[in-house]
Structures are given as C-alpha cells and as structure tokens.
C-alpha cells in the first residue's frame, strides 16, 4: 500500500487570508481510496522553504499531493520547486497550451506571456486536463516519487481530482476504507467513551472512536475491506455491538457521507420527511433562518421544504404567525406557550405537514436570573397537535454556537416527532 501526504502551498493559507478546504477535501477522498493519510503540511510562497517541505514528505511518503502555486504570477513556484526536487526539466506541454488559448478565448481574455508557464509540465508527466480554468494539474514520476500537482481553486481542484487523479490514484489501492457514523444527542463524549472503552480498546479492524460536536457526540466506526460492501458489513455487525451499550437511546441518526456527517440533523431530518412524504416549514427567532439555510444546503431539500418565517421582531410574530398579543405580554417572546403559537403559525402560513419553532436569547446580552443566555425555547407542530421544549444552553458558548445548537436541536426535534407517528 502507498502511503500518501498533502502539502498545501500558499502564504494566504498560513496567513488565514484562505480558509484550506482543499486538504480537508482531498482527505475525505484519499479515505475512501483506502490511503493512510498521516501527515497535512501548509507551507508559504518560498522556494527554500517549499523544497524542504517537498523533500521531507518525500522522507516517509510515496505519493505527495500539492495543491497550489501551479497560476501564472512570479510567485506561483510549486511546478517549478517540485520539477527540480524530481530532477526534471519542464517542457512545454502543447495540448494544455491549446486548451488554455481556448479557454481565454471563450471567457475573452488574451494568452499573456505569463499564462505560457502553466503550460509547462516536468518531463514525461501524465497531465489533468483542467476544464475549469487554465492551469493544468499532473503526476510526476522519478525515482519510485509521485508527485500529484492540482490547482488550488477548489472549483479547479474538485472536478480535476474526481475525473482525473481519482481513476490515477485507484490503480495503486489494495482496498477501501469505509466509516459509518453514529449520531447520538443528550449525551456527552467523556460518557459514551466510558461505556465503549473496551470496544475502542480491543477493536482495530473496524476501529471505534467518539468525537463531539456541537451539543451532539458522533461515534465513528471505521473499517478497511477489499471492497466497500465488505467493508460496510463489518461496521454495522459493530453498530449493534455499540448501540447496546446503553447507547441506543440517544441514537438519533448515521450517516456514511462525509457532506451528510457534516450536518446530520438536516440529512437526517429530510430523509425522514422524503420517506414519509411530508412537507416541512420553520419559524425562527433567534437562529434567524439558521435552520432554512442548513436544510436548503442538502439537495433536493425543495421536494420537501417549502419555507420560512424569519420573526425576529414581536411585530412579525404577531403580524405573520398569529402569535397573540396576551400570549406574549403574559408568557414573553421566550416561552413556550410563544414558541408553541409560532409554530401553529408556520404550519398554517405555510401549509406544511410539520413545522418548527424557535424562540430564545442568544446573548451576549438579554439575559435575566430568569431567562439567562443560552435559553431556548421549541415547538413542533403537525396535525397531531404541538409539544414544546425548553432547553438551556451553556452561557459560556458563544451567540453563534448557541444559535448552531438551537438550530440543530430544532431538526431533532422534528425529527424525533416523525419517528413517534405511526
């Protein structure tokens, strides 16, 4: 088996300027590849610095992947760093020359001197073709060393990987990596490991591991096979094994896509609403569209959801959900007897078979001995009626993270609520 690094290149990398979606990206895929990835490197725009990178991954590793620098300006260096760690000479590559004059031509900019350069490669390369901008990427070989250069642009970066560098990579995989992830709620990480510590200890093919996220813990079981079937098999022979340690209750969802894993109480929620055949709407105070952004990031969330009401002010959730005047003088805007009429409201505004609300203070400020900061208040409705909750998120957590949570408790809320009818 090859093992593989990534060195990402770029000084607005290391300055923040750039968040690295790229490595995280090409992790993901080098997974399910089955590579072992043990080492990410960031290193800026020197030569120096860059060639001592470049020969120290090459150290421990036998495929390098790089991303960045492969542009046209003086400080785009990683082809020419790498073709002489190599010990190549660059050569002009005429069809990525050709393709590169016919994509300037069609977005209407000329080929400057510069823009030449891309079209050098290290001799004897196997090139990417790039249909999404103008630098080609390529695989260099010398010495028992792979090379994989890729644009850093993640539009340039993800469509070459997955049509070029995927197919290249695969010849060199003895097997495949699979992970399922198990979703639990109201329950920390330090807790679900102490019930599992002698799984995770004894387990090495599939491994256990729990990792918490915000207000949930994901207990990720990862397995290497032959093929992604076996593979699959093995970690739901271990689920059941998991679950059974008094975990089941808090298990709410499992995801084996990393995009899906990444937000699971929006994946999870609309496959249940899709699998029932229901429509979906949220009213939202405090979260502000938090749960309608989440929910229309997943494709295909239009089949299913059909809108928000983003009631920030009393005013709206009078004006636009019905919520009365005495409900709120009486109980506040945080209460559940107002997220209980929000959520009436959404569902009759917007016609859907169910419908959330949420209601709460998210700090800093606002707070009372009453009603400290973190509190939030919830409604789900459907045809069956409403309930409504209170949670008390930590005031320690910032606004933005007590509005993530509120959010994400909204989706299992409703989804839960799915699973109780029949």
């Known amino acids: ?119 050098l490669i290290p001799a004897g390369s196997t090139v990417f073709p790039n249909r999404c901008g103008t630098a080609p990427g390529m695989a260099s070989v010398s010495g028992g060393r792979t090379a994989i250069l890729l644009p850093g642009p993640p539009s340039e970066l993800v469509p070459m990987f997955e049509e070029s560098v995927i197919p290249y990579l695969s010849r060199f995989s003895d097997g495949v990596l699979y992970s399922l992830n198990l979703h639990l709620a109201g329950i920390g990480e330090s807790a679900a490991e102490a019930r599992l510590r002698d799984i995770m200890d004894s387990s090495s093919n599939p491994t256990v591991a729990p990792y918490a996220g915000e207000h949930e813990v994901r207990i990720r079981l990862t397995a290497r ?40 109480p929006a994946h999870a929620l609309l496959a249940a609403l899709r699998e029932r055949g229901m429509t979906f709407s949220s009213a939202e105070s405090c979260t502000g569209g938090q749960i309608g952004a989440r929910i229309t990031a997943v494709p295909g969330a239009s089949e299913v959801y059909v809108g928000s009401v983003i009631s920030y002010s009393n005013s709206v959730k009078r004006g636009l959900l019905g919520v009365r005047e005495e409900t709120l003088a009486a109980h506040g805007a945080v209460s559940e007897e107002t997220a209980r009429e929000m959520a009436l409201g959404a569902r009759r505004a917007t016609g859907a078979d169910l419908a959330v609300s949420v209601t709460g203070i998210a700090g800093p400020g606002g707070g009372t001995a009453e009603k400290p900061v973190g509190t939030v208040c919830f409604g789900v409705a459907d045809a069956d009626g409403v309930v409504t909750q209170t949670m008390h998120f930590s005031p320690r957590g910032t606004r933005e993270r007590i509005r993530l949570q509120a959010a994400s408790h909204a989706m299992r809320m409703a989804l839960k609520r799915l699973k109780e009818q029949k």
């Open 1 to 119: 088996m090859k093992t593989v690094e990534i060195l990402s290149v770029g000084t607005e990398l290391l300055l923040g300027d750039i968040v690295n979606t790229d490595a995280a990206y090409i992790a993901r895929q080098l997974a399910v590849l089955g590579f072992p990835l043990y080492r990410q490197t960031v290193v800026g725009d020197n030569p120096g610095r860059l060639r001592a990178a470049i020969d120290e991954a090459f150290s421990r590793a036998d495929i390098l992947i790089l991303t960045g620098g492969l542009g046209p300006t003086c400080d785009d260096i990683t082809k020419e760093v790498t073709a002489e760690a190599l010990g190549l000479p660059l050569i002009e590559h005429a069809p990525s020359l050709a393709a590169m004059e016919e994509y300037l031509r069609l977005v209407g900019a000329p080929l400057t001197e510069n823009n030449r350069k891309q079209a």
């Open 225 to 264: 096979a032959a093929t992604r079937d076996e593979a699959e098999r093995m970690c739901r022979a271990v689920k059941e094994t998991v679950l059974d340690r008094s975990l089941r209750e808090y298990f709410y969802a499992e995801t084996d896509d990393p995009s899906a894993a990444a937000d699971a």
